[in-house]
């Protein structure tokens, strides 16, 4: 006996294809809400930095500016399944990680006060937890995308 051979019913699609991005979204939607997160989270803490601790210097101020260029990449990209822009976000990433950890390890610890260093670092380790998930979301996205597991369609 043949299976139906309606044009209503496609026989090729059985539910979403694509990974599954903590087991809640597929790796676009993950993209987009973990990019947004992040530019928002980026741009708060930009102000509240320049408001309450120091006036930014210019190394700040374009590293500031070249995150918010590429968290918008990723987030266009996602929208419109563009891999390269999405990819160019995630070398941005991989780079912002590296930094983060060299900036971890080389800071000097005993100038900071006893209490506050149990703070600074957890904020630093949620911080790299926080760039492990994007790189990941991202990641699955580029793969997906190059390999028409999510076409535009």
Same mark, same amino acid.
């Given at each position: ?66 995150? @918010? ?8 990209? +996602?929208?419109? &399944?563009? %891999?390269? +822009? ?10 912002? #990680?590296?930094?983060? #950890?060299?900036?971890?390890? @080389? &800071?000097?610890?005993? +100038? ?5 260093? @149990? ?9 790299? +937890?926080?760039?492990?998930? %994007?790189?990941?979301?991202? #990641? ?14």
């Amino acid at each position: 006996m043949r299976p139906d051979q309606s044009p209503l019913i496609d026989a090729q699609k059985e539910g979403k294809q694509g990974h599954r991005v903590l087991c809640l979204f597929d790796s676009r939607k993950a993209t987009l809400i973990i990019n947004l997160i992040t530019l928002a989270l980026l741009i708060l803490t930009f102000v509240l930095f320049a408001v309450y601790v120091a006036k930014p210097n210019i190394y700040e101020i374009i590293l500031f500016c070249i995150s @918010t260029i590429l968290f918008l990449s990723a987030i266009i990209g +996602a929208c419109s &399944y563009r %891999a390269c +822009a999405v990819s160019v976000a995630l070398i941005w990433e991989i780079i912002a #990680i590296v930094l983060n #950890i060299i900036w971890v390890a @080389t &800071y000097d610890w005993s +100038a900071v006060p006893q209490e506050n260093q @149990t703070k600074f670092i957890a904020s630093s380790a949620v911080l790299l +937890a926080w760039r492990v998930l %994007a790189i990941y979301a991202d #990641i699955t996205f580029v793969h997906e995308v190059r390999k028409g597991i999510i076409p535009p369609e």
